[in-house]
């Protein structure tokens, strides 16, 4: 691992203490209720890493839609646990969809305008479907949702750019005083892979299943926060809602989306689940990152 990620991971960790001091107003306290936390963190961590298996089925099915990107589910999810991983130790999750995109393209060689594509429709059903959710919803949690309503129309509104834009146009002003013709050309062809792409969504069937798949993953999330409940009586509806909230928040300007997505999540959770659990998902991020390794050797071959 790079000392670059080290680093990153460091900034992540002291960020999320930081965040679960403030919520506490205790540090001491934080520390106890992880120490409390004992084997359920764990029970949570597995239902996680599952649910991340079940994204990696999306993303499988999702390259082997289009015309060239073949994968085998086990590269899938070598890719996913990627994107996990830099999305984790990266402001607003941002690095998830390059990474997985970059890795796309090497174990498939497809044009990188078409690895991102692929990339961005994973990314596309993990955002758009908490933020529809999480838009209405904040409404009726007004005022103190107000943070989620703005987070997750922006959301909206990005996705509306991406599918509605001409891209095309907006990147060839952007690279028309570029000297070179054969950059010029390469970055047209790269646009024009990328919105190929793109309208497969077009498709009812990929739509509907690449659904399906998402909504499996946010049912065992939602295990995973249940089990962390105990004995709390707290409904499957307002941990799906908490769960929406959260991934609205992902989008927060720092790593994890850290700060945020305890917004969100502590809107109806108590604060003690709120810190479990997240604490559960960061470290599962992390811990992906031994695919990080794997993924290298692999290309070194």
Do not use: H
């Not at 990107?69 to 999305?87: D, P, R, S, T, Y």
């Not at 109806?268 to 811990?287: A, D, E």
């Amino acid at each position: 691992m790079s000392r670059k990620n080290i680093l990153m991971i460091a900034v992540l960790l002291i960020i999320m203490m930081a965040v679960f001091s403030i919520i506490t107003e205790n540090p001491i306290k934080v520390l106890y209720i992880i120490y409390k936390g004992n084997v359920l963190l764990l029970y949570s961590f597995l239902l996680i890493i599952l649910s991340e298996i079940v994204k990696s089925f999306r993303l499988y099915y999702i390259c082997n839609s289009s015309k060239r990107c073949k994968l085998n589910f086990i590269e899938a999810v070598e890719i996913q646990f990627n994107g996990f991983f830099a999305g984790t130790i990266t402001p607003g999750n941002f690095g998830g969809v390059p990474t997985v995109a970059g890795l796309i393209n090497k174990y498939t060689q497809s044009p990188m305008g078409e690895a991102f594509g692929i990339s961005s429709l994973q990314s596309f059903f993990d955002g758009i479907i908490p933020s529809i959710i999480s838009f209405i919803l904040s409404l009726y949690y007004l005022p103190k949702s107000i943070g989620i309503t703005i987070f997750s129309l922006s959301t909206i509104i990005f996705w509306i750019l991406v599918f509605n834009v001409n891209i095309k146009n907006f990147f060839m002003k952007l690279i028309s005083k570029i000297g070179k013709d054969s950059l010029k050309q390469k970055v047209i062809y790269e646009i024009d892979k990328f919105q190929n792409l793109l309208k497969i969504i077009g498709n009812k069937k990929l739509i509907i299943n690449s659904i399906a798949i998402t909504l499996i993953a946010y049912i065992i999330q939602i295990f995973s926060i249940k089990v962390l409940l105990e004995n709390l009586d707290i409904s499957f509806l307002n941990i799906f809602i908490a769960l929406m909230f959260n991934y609205s928040m992902a989008t927060f300007p720092t790593p994890a989306g850290e700060g945020g997505t305890e917004y969100g999540l502590s809107l109806l959770l108590p604060l003690n689940v709120v810190i479990l659990w997240r604490l559960t998902y960061v470290l599962s991020g992390l811990l992906s990152g031994g695919f990080s390794y794997l993924t290298f050797k692999r290309l070194k071959k």
